[in-house]
């Protein structure tokens, strides 16, 4: 078994007036929000993507399926918390992750910190290893259009104490 694993994570969700805005597990004041079966918050999906990527465990919709009444609605940062004990339970701690959100507006860099702290809390790492950074797509696109929001996640998991191979 390799020592080190790298995941992908992909995720796109449609924006609609007078909806809660959450990213990052925190509510981003703004006019839209994003839609989906849970509350839509499409940092942390794929977050948890990359995750469950890297330690070969499937993706998100196989363990959370959109399906699922009991989902309808869910704080992510509960799916978060689960992944996060998924991944740990398959014998791999998070080296770090890298994630980029695509966004026309609002603005979201001032509330980067803030997401940071939350994401590192509620997978129990330092807020080193989580980097998020934020693109407009220069009003292009879904996206530019503010039609939608989508985000990118490339995560590094690692087998603790374990020789490098």
Known sequence: MNNFRIGFGYDVHQLEEKVDF??????????????????????IHVI??????????????YHFSDQDPQYKGIDSK????????????????????????CLQKPK???FIPQMKKCLSEVMQVTEN???????????????????GVSAYCVAL??????PIK
């Open 108 to 110: 979201i860099n001032p």
């Open 129 to 147: 290893q989580v980097s998020i950074k934020a693109t407009t797509t220069e009003n292009l696109g879904f996206v530019g259009r503010q039609e």
């Open 22 to 43: 959450w990213l990052g597990g925190i509510k981003i004041p703004h006019h839209k929000g994003a839609v989906g079966h849970s509350d839509a918050d499409v940092l």
């Open 48 to 61: 948890c993507d990359a995750l469950l990527g890297a330690a070969n465990l499937r993706d998100i919709g």
């Open 78 to 101: 509960l799916l978060l918390k689960e992944v996060m004990r998924l991944v740990v339970d398959s014998g791999y701690a998070l080296g770090n992750l890298d994630a980029t959100i």
């Open 157 to 162: 998991i690692h087998q603790p104490n374990q």
